[in-house]
């Protein structure tokens, strides 16, 4: 007899013992006859009764001699002294009643305690809910992982691109899975694991999306983040129990997003430490140890912060790949341009090469977000198509910001916007390395900027020489090189062109190697080891080198900065008729576009401008 069958018979033994003590005490209730208190009283007086037991109002007693049916016990309830010898007298018979408590006791105790009980079972199985999923508490440890198959995945490789390379790994992963023989027959074995990394907005989830459209195999989609919860533990029980359901309908695919929620680092933070998320990172390095390649399955991640992974889990045996999901180039970005605008009207000026020359470092996100901006602007003009200009306007607005009509400059603002951003227009053109300008505007936009200009680079660049930094950082100064050859003062406006040109310039010096005192060492690494940090944001930076070392690096940073400086006023007081005409036309239409620029450009490369470089 196993346990539960003996939990069993003891249960049955429990109830037979139960009806058996009821039907002795409902049996020795029928030998107790209920009488009156007028019959206990005569009984008394006649010398009938033998015996008597009294319990509050309750007078219990025994007869001499048995009455009718052999019954020779009786139970009365007590009546008030002075009623019942008024009521006898009378010769009326009467008996007692005692008032029932059960309804008050059960509304001043039973309903209070079961509606309080009522509560916390909602509160917590709503609490459990939330944390395990529709199951409520007994579901808590279960993966919440949604599960897709290629008929409920619209989106497949043709919807993808501008990341040919890390498609062609992906494709190649379900080629695997669709022909396992067939690229196992010299000794290969499948993949454990793919990490897709690469800066937001890249299509790395794109791409996972992809991927179960074109497996034909189940795909259990999940963010690294529904991984940890409140309770430590439930996040290693998720991971198993995703592992064991992706393992019961192999070959599967199993795509974790924002992986660096679930696997930052151990001990990387020693004073923000979490025993939920370690134990949970601790379970998917054993799950993924465990992994055999014949099963079928395949474990997809994605991240944008690859430098805080645990490195236990990059090693290979866990993602055996890691493939870089880049910005696009230029080509890349006419493919994504050319997929977007599927299904709007376009105008005959609109082409997809012009919007890729339009959008140098844009990602695949930025370029949708591009098309539905200019869809947008071309709908406020009540236009029947998306034309070029508003394109233009979509990068501007996504650029520099909105547009702040209602924000009023005096006359003398207005005179120094234009003069500074003539500034940067002018000497932008006098440098044959610089960058084209594209606009020069002085309405107010976005947050701070009272005015901007737009330069278009002609075509991608991954290597700067220091000259192009050096045209660079004297483009930057231009505007307040113009504000001190026009007005012979300074203003705040150039805040944000001075902190650009003392990045650079520090750059030069300490990742670049580009200071001959300093010599081709570098004092500094990357600025920003996140893929994701905003511009300005150092890490966690730790100086290696001396204070003597810090001096003449910001010797050198000064001397950069003060010869880039001295280079811009001398090309601007060499063009001061052309600075002071642009500005003008500039107050007059607010904004100059190439075409009206150019006149500009033709005169100072006539007056010899360039030469100045």
Do not use: C
């Amino acid at each position: 007899m196993d346990k539960r069958q003996q939990w069993h018979f003891w249960y049955w033994m429990a109830a037979l013992f139960g009806v058996v003590l009821i039907a002795q005490t409902w049996a020795a209730a029928d030998k107790i006859a209920s009488v009156p208190y007028s019959q206990f009283l005569d009984d008394l007086h006649s010398g009938k009764i033998a015996e008597v037991r009294v319990s509050g109002d309750y007078i219990q007693g025994k007869w001499k001699k048995a009455e009718k049916d052999g019954v020779d016990q009786f139970v009365t309830t007590r009546v008030a002294p002075e009623l019942a010898a008024e009521l006898q007298r009378n010769h009326v018979k009467f008996s007692g009643a005692i008032e029932s408590h059960f309804l008050s006791t059960l509304l001043s105790w039973v309903v209070p305690t079961a509606l309080f009980f009522g509560l916390w079972m909602f509160w917590f199985r709503r609490m459990a809910a939330d944390q395990g999923g529709v199951g409520g508490l007994m579901s808590i440890g279960r993966s919440k992982a949604k599960v897709y198959v290629e008929t409920n995945t619209k989106t497949t490789f043709k919807d993808v691109a501008g990341a040919d390379e890390a498609k062609a790994e992906l494709e190649e992963i379900v080629d695997f899975l669709k022909n396992p023989k067939e690229y196992g027959r010299l000794g290969a074995r499948m993949p454990k694991g793919v990490l897709l990394i690469g800066p937001p907005g890249t299509g790395k989830t794109l791409l996972g999306r992809a991927v179960a459209g074109e497996a034909g195999v189940p795909f259990f989609s999940i963010n690294g983040s529904e991984f940890v919860e409140m309770f430590v533990g439930v996040g290693a029980a998720r991971v198993r129990d995703l592992f064991e359901q992706a393992s019961q309908k192999a070959p599967a695919i199993i795509f974790i997003d924002e992986l660096d929620a679930l696997g930052r680092a151990r001990g990387a933070y020693p004073y923000m430490g979490h025993d939920e998320k370690e134990q949970t990172l601790n379970q998917l390095l054993v799950e993924l140890d465990g992994f055999d390649s014949r099963s079928g399955l395949v474990l997809l991640a994605a991240t944008n912060r690859p430098e805080i992974l645990d490195p236990a889990l990059l090693r290979a045996g866990r993602f055996d790949r890691q493939v870089l999901v880049d910005r696009p180039d230029k080509g890349g970005r006419i493919e994504i341009v050319n997929l977007y605008l599927k299904g709007h009207k376009l105008g005959p000026d609109v082409s997809a090469e012009k919007i890729a020359s339009l959008t140098p470092g844009f990602t695949g996100a930025d370029l949708a977000n591009l098309v539905n901006e200019a869809a947008l602007v071309a709908t406020r003009r009540d236009a029947e198509e998306i034309a070029m200009s508003d394109f233009t306007e979509g990068v501007e607005r996504m650029v520099a910001g909105l547009e702040k009509k209602k924000r009023v400059l005096s006359p003398k603002e207005r005179e120094f916007v234009a003069y500074h951003e003539m500034g940067h227009a002018l000497v932008a053109m006098s440098l044959p390395r610089a960058d084209v300008v594209h606009k020069v505007s002085i309405i107010p936009r976005g947050i701070g900027a009272l005015g901007y200009t737009i330069q278009r680079p002609t075509e991608d660049r991954y290597v700067i020489t220091q000259d192009e930094l050096l045209d660079k950082m004297t483009v930057l100064l231009g505007g307040r090189a113009a504000e001190w050859t026009v007005f012979h003062h300074l203003s705040t406006g150039a805040a944000d062109d001075l902190a650009k040109v003392t990045d650079i310039a520090r750059d030069m010096v300490t990742r670049f190697g580009m200071e001959s005192r300093l010599g081709p060492v570098s004092y500094e690494s990357a600025p920003s080891p996140f893929l994701n940090a905003p511009p300005g944001f150092d890490g966690f930076h730790q100086r290696r080198y001396s204070d003597e070392t810090a001096h003449a690096i910001d010797e050198a940073v000064q001397k950069i900065v003060a010869g880039a400086f001295d280079r811009t006023v001398a090309i601007l007081a060499g063009s001061r008729a052309t600075l002071e005409r642009g500005a003008k036309l500039l107050l007059e239409r607010e904004t100059l576009d190439e075409a009206a620029l150019k006149p500009l450009r033709d005169e100072m490369r006539a007056a010899g401008a360039v030469a100045a470089q």
